[in-house]
Every structure is written in structure tokens, then in C-alpha cells.
């Protein structure tokens, strides 16, 4: 385990250090919220040892110490949108070829709050992930960003047990633009448009200028849609057949992933 002593840098952004103290019924060797940090250091950062959360934005302590942020300042966040994150992703394997059981690579691109996001922040226990890889010079991706808002669309209506998840958690949806309306590589203030355009507190939407996404799944048709296993693993191919992917996202909801265990 990696423990926030070795950070102590970071200490500054909680106030002054003091020496621990001994709390009652606390045992400073114990981590008594499973945060990551032991006790002894909670009461030397000043977060709440009984507490993962000390500050409740969704966040652990440990991790938001890890990457720089105030475990105690709600506004102080990983990520602006709220999307998840992963202290372990540096010890996953994979991302390096696209295919069917293979873990999807490790892009990390900048979403429409102009934050670097790393899709494997996203690797969780229970939560499938589709991947969309969208431009705006697409009109069917256009209907597909407005469907995904709330709209009606003969096109997709068939699958809106899907929209229905990923409105309430249950499903992952990470936009990858890739391209602006008149076909040029986007710009943050692209992205940013996009995301007012098409709104959706959920939904990342990540500038890809250079098409990494593009380029690691060999796309050839828009648009297409990647379903990802929670372990971020290529569950179904939809690049170039974006039904694919969203039929198996509502087998998935039904309770039969029909993944080999």
C-alpha cells in the first residue's frame, strides 16, 4: 500500500502538519474508512480517519491527495465533471491492440471542462462502458448526442433502456469528438460547444484532435460504438456497426452478459 507519508508535500494544501495525536478508539497503524491512508495520517493531514470522503465530492481522500487536490475544499476535484476515477489503473496491463477480450488503450484526452481524463480511470467492478466515437459532421452522431440529452429519435428510440442507464449510473458513455462540423480536427472550444449543445451531466466528451481513438480502432464509418466490460475490456466490436454494440449493451441490462467468466 502507498501511503500519503511519502507525500508530505502535499500537507500544505490541508494547513499545518502537527504530530499525530491519539485519538480515542482509533489505532494509528489501522485504516479504519479503508481510504488508503492510515489513521495516524488522517490526524496529521486533518481528514477524517473515520471517513473515506472527508469532504463528500465524491472523491477519497487518498486519491485526491495523490493527484494534487484538498481533500478538505469541496470544490477542490479530481475532475470537474464528477467522472470516475481509478488509483490503480497504472497496474493494469493491455491497451495496446484492438480486438475482441483486449483491454481498449489507456487515451488520455481533454474533456469539455478542460480537464486531462484517462480512460481507465473508468475501470470499476459492475458498470459497462461504451465508447463513442463521434463527429460533428455526422448527422446520424448529431441525432445520437441530442437522443443521449433526452430527445426522441426513430433511429434510436429501440434502445432507450440504455439512455435510461446511463441516466441513472448504471452504464458508462464516454464521447470521443474527433472532428468539427466542417470536418477539421476539433478545438476545446468545439468540445466545449458540443457539450452545451448536446448536455448531459454523465457523459464525457473528449477532444481528440489527433484521432487517437480514430486510429487504434481503424474506423471507417461513423458512427461506431465500442461496448467495454467494466474491466475495460473489449466486450463488442460496433466500430462501423454501432447496433451491434448497443444490442449487447441491453443484454448486458438484462442480466446476461453472454461473456465467457
Not at 491519539?22 to 480517519?49: C, R, V, Y
Not at 460504438?225 to 462501423?240: A, I, Y
Request: hydrophobic share 40%; glycine share 8%.
Amino acid at each position: 500500500m502507498r501511503h500519503i507519508g511519502a507525500l508530505w508535500g502535499l500537507a500544505g494544501l490541508t494547513g499545518c502538519v502537527v504530530a499525530p495525536t491519539a485519538d480515542e478508539g482509533l489505532d494509528p497503524d489501522a485504516d479504519s474508512d479503508s481510504d488508503g491512508l492510515l489513521d495516524a495520517e488522517e490526524i496529521q493531514l486533518g481528514t477524517d480517519p473515520l471517513d473515506a470522503d472527508s469532504d463528500d465530492d465524491s472523491y477519497s481522500d487518498r486519491d485526491e491527495l495523490f493527484e494534487g487536490k484538498d481533500p478538505l475544499d469541496p470544490s477542490s476535484v479530481i475532475y470537474q465533471g464528477g467522472w470516475p476515477y481509478f488509483y490503480g489503473k497504472t497496474e493494469l496491463k493491455g491497451g495496446k491492440d484492438y480486438d475482441v477480450g483486449n483491454r481498449f488503450a489507456n487515451l488520455q484526452l481533454v474533456d469539455q471542462y478542460g480537464d486531462a481524463v484517462s480512460l481507465w480511470d473508468f475501470y470499476n467492478e459492475d458498470r459497462y462502458v461504451i465508447l463513442d466515437l463521434c463527429g460533428a459532421v455526422c448527422p446520424i452522431c448529431v441525432d445520437l448526442g441530442l437522443w443521449l440529452s433526452g430527445e426522441p429519435s426513430l433511429t434510436f428510440d429501440p434502445w432507450v433502456d440504455v439512455r435510461n442507464a446511463v441516466d441513472a449510473g448504471e452504464l458508462n458513455w464516454v464521447t470521443f469528438y474527433f472532428m468539427d462540423p466542417h470536418g477539421e480536427p476539433p478545438t476545446p472550444e468545439d468540445v466545449a460547444d458540443w457539450a452545451e449543445r448536446i448536455p448531459h451531466p454523465l457523459i464525457p466528451v473528449l477532444a481528440d484532435p489527433d484521432a487517437e481513438s480514430v486510429s487504434f480502432v481503424e474506423l471507417s464509418v461513423l458512427p461506431s460504438l465500442v461496448l467495454l466490460s467494466p474491466d475495460l475490456k473489449v466486450h463488442t466490436d460496433g466500430v462501423d456497426n454501432h447496433p451491434a454494440a448497443l444490442d449487447a449493451a441491453l443484454t448486458v441490462l438484462a442480466g446476461v452478459s453472454g461473456s465467457e467468466p
